[in-house]
């Protein structure tokens, strides 16, 4: 929601204490103050609403459950001392295909990673694990 700003421009808020924070040292009368409050909490009705008609909470819950239940096994996984250079290369694997995925993998370290994953799966014969 959009609310005005001591910056002269309309400042986005997504919570109370946002238009208590953005409002402070700007003219605005206690009715008005009320009444951006007001706003924002219809907005969030129908934005709540609008979340339970499409499944889009549970959605996210189960994405977050499933992230956290993913940072757990991964944790697990580097915990281990690898038996072998397929084991390094697995670890490898892991961290290009969470890192890649947050990131350009162009940029550093990213290329000389995979360029070593690259090279220890040549020497041990194996395929790209993440694929």
């Known amino acids: 929601m959009l609310i005005p700003s001591s910056t002269q421009s309309p400042v986005w808020v997504t919570s109370h ?5 953005e409002l ?3 003219h ?5 103050r009320q009444q951006l409050h007001s706003d924002l909490a219809t907005q969030q009705a129908r934005w709540d609403a609008a979340s ?14 499933a992230w956290r239940k993913s940072e757990e096994l991964a944790s ?3 915990a281990l001392r690898a038996q072998n250079i397929l084991g390094v290369i697995i670890k490898l694997s892991l961290i290009l295909w969470t890192g890649e995925a947050e990131v350009s993998p ?11 994953y690259d090279d220890l ?6 395929g790209d694990l993440t694929a």
Do not use: K, M, Y
């Open 121 to 126: 799966r040549s020497l041990a014969g194996v």
């Open 52 to 65: 339970e008609t499409t499944g889009f909470d549970a959605a996210d819950g189960n994405g977050e459950q």
């Open 106 to 116: 162009d940029e550093h370290p990213w290329r000389q990673i995979r360029s070593a």
């Open 17 to 21: 204490s946002d238009i208590d924070a």
């Open 76 to 78: 697990a996984l580097f």
């Open 28 to 32: 605005v009368t206690e009715e008005e």
């Open 24 to 26: 402070d040292g700007v």
